[in-house]
């Protein structure tokens, strides 16, 4: 599970702060409208599995999709 948390969002970049499972460390990625990528600040990421960046990832190019960037988004998979 991870949990995201929009900081902000200025037309272009969206920010958001996530946080994997109950680890007490947080990351930030962020998305970008124009360029349609993302992009992970620090290295917090990297202490996880790749998939854990491909779930991220994915449910933020839907959010652009459905023009929709939620203050609070939760991934859940099993």
């Known amino acids: 599970m991870i949990r995201l948390w929009q900081i902000s969002d200025d037309g272009d970049i969206v920010e958001f702060k ?3 499972e109950e680890d007490t460390s947080a990351g930030i990625v962020m998305y970008s409208r124009s360029r349609k990528a993302t992009g992970f600040v620090g290295s917090v990421i990297d202490n996880y599995p790749e998939n854990y ?3 991220i ?3 933020l190019f839907e959010m652009a999709e459905e023009k929709n960037f939620p203050e609070q ?3 859940a998979w099993y």
């Open 53 to 55: 960046r491909q779930h």
């Open 18 to 20: 996530f946080q994997v």
């Open 57 to 59: 990832r994915r449910h």
């Open 73 to 75: 988004y939760t991934i």
